[in-house]
């Protein structure tokens, strides 16, 4: 986004917008609020604005896959973005699963079909590396595990 640029939307209006903005205020300002209305605004300007993925603040619960996640995916392309707008996903965990579940198919695929050869275990360690405490493991069960830096996490 141009530097300079002014972007107006909804009741918002925002300009010197850099590469890394960062937004600072009480719990209950409108931040997320803010956020959310923006990633709105940028979906639906993709070609002035460029890509946005807001993620809802995670709040805990646990790492399972489940179906109806993948099926609603399936079912309405918009489906993820909208429950990503929320400012609290009971089912943030399950989406990630699913989308990591998506990731390694298509690595699979593309490598299978001689259209890349991109081992999934190398998108996993561009993953790690931009994780400051935690990394991501495979596993030999359902999908991977979460280990501390130096431990697995419970």
Known sequence: ?????????????????????????????????????????????????????????????????????????????????TERRKNQSDRFRQQVMSQYRRLEITTLRQLQDGLSDIKFHDYIEKINSLLDHIEIRQNEGVIFDIFKKTQKLK
């Open 1 to 81: 986004m141009d530097d300079n640029k002014i972007l107006k939307f909804d009741k918002y209006e925002l300009s010197n917008l850099g590469k890394i903005n960062i937004i600072l205020g009480k719990n209950g300002c409108g931040k997320s609020t803010l956020l959310r209305k923006l990633d709105e605004e940028i979906h639906r300007k993709t070609n002035e604005y460029g890509k946005s993925k807001y993620i809802t603040p995670e709040r805990g619960g646990v790492l399972v896959q489940q179906s109806g996640i993948e099926d609603s995916i399936n079912r309405n392309s918009n489906w993820l973005s």
